[in-house]
């Protein structure tokens, strides 16, 4: 009976100390675990501010565009003004020419 008690002491001492090792093993695992989690947070929030500074570039970008398009949109009134004050300039010109040759010829 000693010796079945020796035995079963034996199993459980090898037990208890394969279920050590497998702790040990498990905790080791979670704290590597743990260590690449804290390592996609991280990577997790530099994504987000680059996103947060690529949108406000964005943003920015399309400001400027708008700005750049009402320039435009001035420019082309600006010249639409100077091609109609050109075209009465020359029709005034070419009038008082006309005028001219006419009044060169009676005399």
């Known amino acids: ?11 459980l001492r090898e037990f208890a100390d394969e279920q050590r090792r497998g702790a040990s093993k498990a905790a080791e695992e979670l704290q590597r ?16 501010a ?18 750049l398009e009402a320039d435009l949109e001035a420019i082309r009134g600006l010249a639409r003004t100077f091609a109609g004050d050109l ?8 009038a008082t020419a006309d005028t001219d040759d006419g009044d ?3 005399e």
């Not at 675990?33 to 987000?48: C, H, I, N, P, T």
């Not at 680059?50 to 400027?64: F, G, K, T, Y």
């Open 87 to 94: 075209d009465r300039e020359a029709r005034g010109l070419l």
């Open 1 to 11: 009976r000693i010796a079945q008690l020796l035995g079963e002491t034996e199993a």
């Open 50 to 67: 680059e996103e947060a500074e690529a949108l406000a570039e964005e943003a920015a970008a399309w400001q400027h565009f708008h700005r």
């Open 104 to 106: 060169a010829g009676v």
């Open 33 to 48: 675990l743990a260590r690449l989690a804290v390592g996609l947070e991280a990577s997790a929030k530099a994504v987000k």
